[in-house]
């Protein structure tokens, strides 16, 4: 089937209503009336007769002080319902309002002033108290089915808190500037924490970490993964702003501007035609055949039609793709639209042009070249002329014949140097020279706080976050051992009706979209902003990624007939948030069930693709051990169907991964899929002097790819050693070696340890008896 063009724009986020909606499950349905009541009840007593649009700032400014101090009080029941009358003015005062404007209007303005009034921090010390309560924890783990009840107190929670973070970081330009001062201060209060030690994303990766390790299953995962990708996105910046920190940190160390803006350049590119698939081609192939009877019928390969094969068993010893993965090789008329363009450009202008669509001349992104590349460049042309090579030097050019020189100069002027080459340099000088290059001066950035804070631990927190990836992967088989992720969309009930049933398996299904898509949205938030940062701390975080199997994962992931996934219906557009409460709701059927929205495709699950393929890319770029696992994975066919989804951004960042193993996969592959070499070839930006359709490229050669992940692992361990392990300096201490300034130093020692003085003299040096013969084994 020819699937249609996708009106998609990637950005930050998705529309801020359709943001808000996804943060409540359809189980939560009932609680929207439960906090209304809590809030109507509580109201009345202390502003008798009146709305709450009707009072004025200063009066809205009281009633909020007198919730704050109903959160202090010891009943838990009793806070509750002051935190669930809270969660209500974060949701927008729905009661007193007629239509979705109002309430998201008024969500924003009580988002502002609960924050302005000290709300917050009140709410991040309940959430500490919940999260350390170990009562819930032990009456959770006796449970043999969680539901939403176990997770109440923390939903709440974490619903007003996402509901302040997300209101006050969309910017609008009738933004009052006090608003704009309490965004500022917001962010840095979650960037750079002065009381606490360390940032509030960590606290989000501890409750991930304790969720997965089995000690806390009732926390509602869906919104702390909400929660903590929009609080990294808050607090370091989406990609346009990463775009700017980018153009100012290189202007900074003095390299010359970006060729171009990649998100703009994106954003005008159009989709391919994707190849075509096995039915298309028999039928071409039939029709050939009665015009060539001598040609046989070429082989076709199953991959192409939507089997969901397994790429990680391997069964199919007898069918190798690099054989017979398609039979574009043998169809003559099969032509990209921009390759006709270029023969009906090349033919003379005697004929009337033919209408069609005018693409922009060229190509979209300028090429680059790497230092490397011209010094391996020179190093094989002095071989061949001179004989002999002058090592790193890419200056003198004596001896060589002049098209060499030329050569030299176009390389020269699409030389690319990257900030990610700075800093490898300047981490070697600081490793050769300690002591004459002193100390490093390390810029306080938000993300530089974060990386510090997560560092002991990051390990643990890709783990956990690949762990629940994982189990919400639509292609993941419900196993005894995986995590469950369901405890906040179960209901207490199970369903007892066949529309009950239907409802509640959407749920489940909208439930894990949402999880993939704020997982693979903020693992590409930290490896950006960490690669901006620090080539270092992305590589460190892209290797413990890589260690715990992310490459097939994702790979799994895609391994299923995704044109399906990204037209999934797995939403009931009459129960989103805020229509579900400002409209009565019409009376559900199996047959509305069924039928769906009218959307075109679910932007969820657009935006989960294409940022699974970034961080794909990002974790395999000039990696070629990681580009042997894309191989041996057998990656070709399973990326080969995603270019069936008609999107720009999506179609770039699958040739981007065919691109760089297609020298590993064989003439025959290349030979056989012509028409992907050639989007290839339009679409995806030209390194200069690397042969990739031809394979006859050095680094295609094999070799010991474990030495090069360890030569990595080496280089992080000395950066995050020479970095954060402050005590290791001690080596440049200069030695005291007089025996009586020793003993004459004072150590400090613990209070507690001159009250078991004795106790400690007795068991360590007067028990234990002296071995005087083991002294003559040392002589």
């Avoid at 109440?152 to 973070?165: A, G």
């Avoid at 400690?760 to 071995?771: A, C, D, G």
Wanted: hydrophobic residues 40%.
């Amino acid at each position: 089937a020819d699937y249609p063009s996708l009106e998609f724009e990637y950005g930050d986020a998705d529309s801020h209503a359709a943001e808000l909606s996804e943060l409540y499950s359809y189980t939560e349905e009932p609680e929207f009336v439960t906090n209304r009541r809590c809030f109507e009840e509580d109201f009345q007593t202390q502003v008798q007769g009146k709305r709450w649009p009707d009072l004025d700032t200063a009066q809205q400014k009281a009633y909020v002080m007198r919730l704050l101090d109903g959160l202090e009080v010891v009943n838990r029941d009793k806070r509750l319902k002051v935190a669930r009358a809270i969660l209500y003015l974060a949701q927008g005062v729905f009661g007193e309002c007629n239509n979705e404007l109002d309430v998201l209007h008024w969500s924003r303005h009580n988002n502002f002033l609960l924050y302005q009034m000290g709300m917050f921090t009140a709410f991040l010390e309940l959430l500490n108290m919940e999260i350390d309560n170990s009562q819930a924890c032990s009456s959770a783990l006796r449970k043999p089915a969680i539901s939403l009840a176990d997770s109440t107190e923390l939903r709440v929670l974490l619903s007003v808190m996402y509901l302040m973070i997300e209101s006050i970081r969309v910017e609008l330009e009738t933004d009052a500037p006090e608003w704009k001062t309490s965004r500022e201060a917001f962010k840095t209060e979650l960037s750079f924490p002065v009381h606490s030690e360390e940032p509030f994303a960590l606290l989000l990766f501890t409750m991930v970490i304790k969720f997965c390790s089995g000690h806390a299953p009732h926390f509602p995962m869906k919104k702390v993964l909400l929660l903590l990708w929009k609080v990294l996105l808050f607090t370091l910046g989406g990609f346009e702003a990463l775009q700017v920190m980018k153009m100012k940190k290189r202007e900074d160390l003095g390299l010359p501007p970006l060729p171009e803006d990649s998100i703009q350049v994106m954003r005008s590119m159009r989709a391919a035609s994707p190849p075509a698939c096995s039915i298309e081609l028999i039928e071409q192939q039939q029709q050939k055949r009665s015009h060539r009877s001598r040609r046989p019928l070429m082989k076709q390969d199953s991959l192409d039609i939507y089997n969901e094969r397994d790429p990680f068993k391997n069964d199919e010893a007898g069918v190798d793709e690099e054989e017979n993965d398609d039979v574009e090789s043998g169809i003559e008329g099969e032509l990209d639209l921009m390759e006709r363009d270029a023969i009906i450009q090349a033919l003379p202008a005697q004929r009337p042009p033919i209408e069609r669509v005018c693409f922009p001349k060229g190509l979209p992104w300028a090429p680059k070249v790497r230092q490397k590349d011209i010094e391996h460049f020179l190093e094989a042309s002095r071989h061949k002329f001179i004989g002999f090579t002058l090592g790193q030097d890419t200056e003198t050019l004596i001896g060589l014949p002049r098209p060499i020189h030329e050569s030299v100069k176009t390389l020269k002027q699409h030389k690319y140097v990257s900030i990610s080459d700075i800093q490898i340099k300047n981490e070697e000088e600081l490793e050769k020279c300690p002591m004459s290059l002193g100390e490093e001066e390390v810029q306080e950035t938000a993300c530089e706080i974060l990386y510090r804070a997560m560092l002991y631990n990051l390990p643990q927190y890709m783990i956990a976050l690949l762990k629940i990836l994982l189990a919400a992967a639509p292609t993941s088989k419900a196993k005894t051992d995986s995590i469950n992720i369901l405890a906040d969309v179960l209901p207490e009930e199970m369903p007892i009706t066949v529309l009950q049933s239907m409802k509640l398996g959407i749920d489940v299904n909208r439930h894990k979209e949402i999880i993939v898509k704020s997982i693979s949205a903020l693992l590409l938030l930290l490896l950006k902003h960490f690669k901006l940062n620090h080539i270092y701390q992305f590589e460190y975080v892209s290797q413990h990624l890589v260690f715990a199997n992310c490459i097939p994962l994702i790979l799994k992931f895609f391994n299923q007939n995704i044109m399906s996934y990204i037209t999934a219906k797995n939403s009931i557009s009459v129960l989103d948030y805020p229509y579900c409460i400002v409209h009565e709701l019409p009376e559900l059927t199996a047959e509305s069930l069924e039928t769906g929205d009218n959307n075109q495709f679910c932007w969820r699950n657009l935006f989960s693709c294409i940022n699974l393929l970034r961080i794909l890319n990002k974790l395999t770029k000039w990696k070629h051990s990681r580009t042997m696992m894309l191989v041996v994975f057998k990656s070709a066919p399973i990326l080969k169907r995603a270019l069936k989804v008609k999107q720009a951004m999506m179609q770039l960042y699958v040739l981007k991964l065919l691109k760089i193993q297609t020298k590993y996969l064989g003439r025959q592959w290349r030979k056989s899929n012509m028409k992907t070499m050639s989007a290839i070839y339009q679409k995806v930006r030209h390194r200069m002097n690397d042969d990739w359709a031809y394979g006859n490229d050095i680094d295609a050669r094999p070799w010991d790819f474990q030495a090069e992940e360890c030569t990595l692992r080496a280089n992080i361990e000395a950066f995050n050693n020479r970095r954060y392990d402050k005590p290791q300096d001690s080596e440049f201490v200069p030695v005291d070696n007089c025996l009586q300034s020793v003993l004459g130093q004072r150590l400090e020692l613990p209070e507690d340890f001159h009250y078991s003085y004795e106790l400690w003299l007795e068991r360590e040096v007067f028990s234990q008896p002296i071995r005087w013969e083991e002294l003559l084994h040392y002589q």
